[in-house]
């Protein structure tokens, strides 16, 4: 199974700070990297698609880009309400694989 | 509305069975692929099963295989996990997912809406 490694696991950043979060697949899969939200006791929600692409009515301040094996995901200004727990996951090689998660708070 | 409304979780002694259901509506799951994901406490995502669109192919985690089963029933747009000899480390919520795309054939790729989980704990 293709691993998908994340980081950091964790950060903290005050409100209006740019967030970037790293994903590093142990393989190849081009563009087929997701990234998805998680806010505690709901279920994931899908923000950025194919790497890049943004899920409709996802705020423009979340975006994503990469390629291959190395993949980033930026929130350009911070929001309250963007504490989650982000995870990417990979769809080129089956079965699907997701990371283990940054878990994001304010300072 | 897309809405997944996922059911039948709950308590279980090590070796016993459940079965969950997940009723989607706002769609119909004979054109997308679906998926079940779980979540042990405090712990990441792990993908569980999917179904392909067309149902020709189900797919299973190697820690599944031979003892969960996918399945659907279109007249009533419901998708199920008949989970059998149960294991401590099964424990975890149960959340169903729809594919992005309505493409037919092959594994889940994409989830846009997931439900909001059932827990499944197995525990003598």
């Known amino acids: 199974d293709i691993q998908m490694t994340q980081s950091p696991s964790s950060l903290s950043a005050s409100v209006g700070d740019g967030v970037t979060i790293t994903c590093q697949a142990s393989?190849?899969?081009?563009?087929?990297l997701n990234w998805y939200q998680q806010k505690p006791g709901k279920a994931p929600k899908l923000l950025i698609y194919?790497?890049?692409n943004l899920e409709t009515g996802v705020p423009a301040r979340f975006s994503g880009r990469g390629s291959g094996t190395r993949f980033t995901f930026t929130i350009s200004s911070l929001q309250s309400e963007d504490i989650a727990t982000y995870y990417c996951?990979?769809?080129?090689?089956?079965?699907?694989?997701f990371g283990g998660g940054t878990k994001v708070e304010i300072k | 509305e897309v809405q997944l409304v996922e059911s039948g979780g709950g308590l279980v002694q090590p070796g016993g069975s459940l079965r969950l259901s997940c009723a989607a509506s706002?769609?119909?799951?004979?054109?997308?692929?679906m998926t079940w994901v779980r979540q042990a406490p405090g712990k990441g995502l792990e993908w569980v099963s999917g179904?392909?669109?067309?149902?020709?192919?189900?797919y299973y985690a190697e820690s599944v295989k031979g003892r969960f089963s996918i399945s659907r029933d279109i007249s009533d747009n419901t998708l199920f996990l008949e989970m059998n000899t149960l294991r401590a480390e099964d424990t975890a919520i149960y959340y169903c997912?729809?594919?992005?795309?309505?493409?037919?054939?092959?594994?889940?790729?994409?989830?846009?809406?997931w439900g909001q989980g059932t827990l499944v704990t197995v525990s003598s």
């Open positions: 997912a729809k594919d992005r795309d309505d493409i037919l054939t092959g594994p889940p790729q994409t989830l846009d809406y």
């Open positions: 706002g769609f119909s799951i004979s054109n997308y692929a």
């Open positions: 179904i392909s669109g067309s149902a020709d192919d189900t």
């Open positions: 393989q190849d899969i081009s563009k087929f």
């Open positions: 194919d790497a890049s």
């Open positions: 996951q990979q769809y080129d090689h089956f079965p699907m694989t």
